[in-house]
């Protein structure tokens, strides 16, 4: 085990930093490498999924509610709603708190 190389031990001449430094600042420069970084944790995929869904039946419910008035479409929006409001309420606080990189250029 003492035989590896430990990259913390390790010491870079001033060259090598440099070239890292220059390495890292065209990595960075990478718009399209930026992009596939930034994904989604699938926790935070699964819960912005299930908020579009449940956001899309909630429409789809208030529009034929209002169309047929028929109680039973009326009570399901009423029910799914505040479902709907709750998962988008835990969405957001999810994206605040993990500091979301689309957000984070405006502070």
Known sequence: MSGRNDPEDSVLS???RLALRHIAAE???DRRLARRMRHLPPRL???????SILTCASLVLVVMGIRTSD??????????WPL????AFRLLCRLTVTGDRTTA???
Do not use: G, Y
């Not at 995929?45 to 908020?51: A, F, M």
């Open 14 to 16: 001033s060259r090598e």
């Open 27 to 29: 990595l960075s420069a």
């Open 45 to 51: 995929r699964w819960l912005t999924l299930s908020v």
């Open 71 to 80: 109680p039973n479409i009326i009570w399901s929006f009423a029910v799914l």
């Open 84 to 87: 709907t409001l709750i998962q």
């Open 105 to 107: 250029s405006w502070r």
